[in-house]
């Protein structure tokens, strides 16, 4: 797969409005960094959560890829623009920093990306949001997430036993 259109950065997401879902619809394809990391990381036959997913700009590629795709996030205009444009898929409506829809170890990979965990409000917030990754990757999951600030996250990720990869972009 090779990048097609996308925005320097992401629009605002204006608390998750069918207007902001409008704009996001419009956004498509991979960023380079993305490819790579999903090409070399995301196993073909992989069951992949894919977090924040938006209007479903990383859906196409990583639902090729997948034996099992959800694509999640917390909007519930997003979520519907997913149902909209992907019907055959999975979407659920769901907060990063609570993932109890999802059993334990039920995931290869998840991804995060457009710096989505750095619209994870507070501190408590973002721990939360990697302890609930630890939780629903498998053992060997692999979680490929961005952030403009990686070094201003104010915690660095405990995975309380599991063993996934942290890779940023």
Request: overall charge negative; hydrophobic content about 40%; glycine content about 8%.
């Amino acid at each position: 797969p090779s990048a097609d259109t996308v925005a320097p950065s992401a629009p605002s997401a204006s608390g998750g409005t069918a207007a902001a879902a409008a704009q996001y619809e419009l956004l498509s394809g991979l960023q380079d960094c993305e490819s790579y990391l999903f090409g070399k990381y995301v196993p073909p036959g992989a069951s992949v959560l894919d977090m924040g997913v938006g209007a479903g700009r990383t859906t196409t590629w990583l639902a090729q890829r997948a034996g099992r795709y959800v694509g999640a996030d917390y909007a519930r205009a997003m979520v519907d623009a997913c149902r909209r444009r992907f019907p055959e898929l999975e979407f659920v409506q769901c907060d990063a920093t609570d993932m109890t829809a999802f059993a334990p170890e039920s995931f290869d990979v998840m991804v995060f990306s457009f710096n989505g965990v750095d619209h994870i409000s507070d501190e408590e917030g973002r721990a939360r949001c990697f302890r609930e990754v630890a939780r629903i990757l498998r053992p060997t999951g692999v979680f490929i997430f961005s952030s403009h600030h990686a070094r201003q996250l104010a915690v660095w990720p405990s995975f309380a036993g599991g063993r996934p990869h942290q890779l940023a972009w």
